[in-house]
């Protein structure tokens, strides 16, 4: 199959990222302020919807997939080989496990007797990040001894951690970043053994959807198969629950390779087909509405299928402004796209320093002010991002 599509830079795919991290750091800093529309906000587990904060993590993940045809890709084009490749997904879920495992401790509280409060420890897990995954220029001697402090720092972190009632560093429920990074391995994986017969890819796709319908409870209560199944078991093998997660990072690697395939069409027959492949997503959703509602807490197979029919609908949005070079927009937030995971660390060292002055939180701000704010914090977020980056500072794994 031609992967001349692949050779060359998606800049779609970095401005739908950019777009979803940038919405991402948005809605995760609305608990700072007062005042906040429902329709911003995650919805409950038992309610029947979603505001645009259950849309932004599915949709990164969708995104994501999209990415994973031209790293790979790329990577064979370089000449590595695929013993070579499955070790470098490997290291890539490691890295993003432990990252979210660090994160998911610097939720809560800390001791007061470890003689460092949260906001200490968030800055040293952000700059033991930066250290141990920085991305170094091959002539810059100091990484060798950079790497080894921050593997220093984090597991001086790990092991002094306690919570106020004495329990343990332990990973939880891996964070954001730990959940993406076991929806990465299992459909990086997947396209690595199936790449050479896409098709399969769509059996495994329809594969999870139809596991996700068999254990995700419905509407009445309760769910098709038992609690504890072979099924069930399978999937928490493979970390992957019921497959929400990798539902939506295997429908944007779908979309990539359809766009591999269909590439020479002309664009209005493009759109036409995406615009068809939307409809039909949200057709499937609105059915299987009937018996299971909308959820992202429950990650119900209507909640995904909606979700993936809106990122493709943006992703041609975006494609379409790309052709006709309605791009310059972005550059003022390009960061968002291409050191996204730096964008995502920002929030953790600026929540840390406005604690070091008691600005835990703008309460005080609500309604529209408050909204702006939060506008204001992202894009902050994104310029630091974008600061560091010309400095030669950029997380990358």
Known sequence: ??????????????????????????????????????????????EDGMGVADIVFPMFLFAMGMSIPYAIERRFAKGYSGESTLGHILYRTLALLL?????????????????????????????????????????????????????????????TFRTPAGGYFKAGWWGILGLIGWAYCFTAVTYLLARKQ??????????????????TPMREGGTILPNRTFVSDMTGALHIGNGYGAIMAAGGMLLS???????????PV??????????????????????????????????????????VALYTVLRVLEAYGVTGWFRSVAASGTATLTVYMMPYVLYSIFSFFGLYTFGFLSGVPGLLKCVLFSLLCVF????????GIKLKI
């Open 1 to 46: 199959m031609e992967n001349s599509l692949f050779a060359r830079r998606n800049m779609s795919i970095d401005m739908l990222r950019g777009l979803t991290m940038l919405l991402m750091v948005f809605v995760n800093d609305l608990w700072t302020v007062g005042g906040v529309p429902h329709f911003l906000e995650h919805f409950e587990r038992m």
């Open 99 to 159: 990252m979210g495992a660090f994160t998911v401790n610097s939720e809560g509280d800390i001791a007061s007797t470890l003689g460092y409060n949260m906001g200490v420890y968030r800055i040293l897990m952000v700059s033991g990040f930066f250290m141990v995954w920085n991305h170094y220029p091959s002539d810059f001697k100091a990484q060798k001894w950079l790497k080894p402090l921050g593997i220093a720092i984090l597991v001086f972190l790990a092991f």
């Open 198 to 215: 896409p098709v399969r890819i769509v059996f495994i796709w329809l594969a999870l959807c139809l596991v996700n319908i068999l254990i």
């Open 257 to 267: 390779l359809a766009e591999r395939r269909c590439f020479q069409w002309r664009g």
């Open 270 to 311: 493009r759109c036409g087909c995406a615009a068809a492949l939307a409809a039909l997503l949200t057709l499937a959703a609105t059915i299987l509405h009937h018996w299971w509602i909308i959820s992202k807490l429950l990650g119900t197979l209507p909640w995904c299928l909606y979700v993936s029919a809106i990122s």
């Open 384 to 391: 630091l991002a974008g600061l560091l980056g010309k400095a």
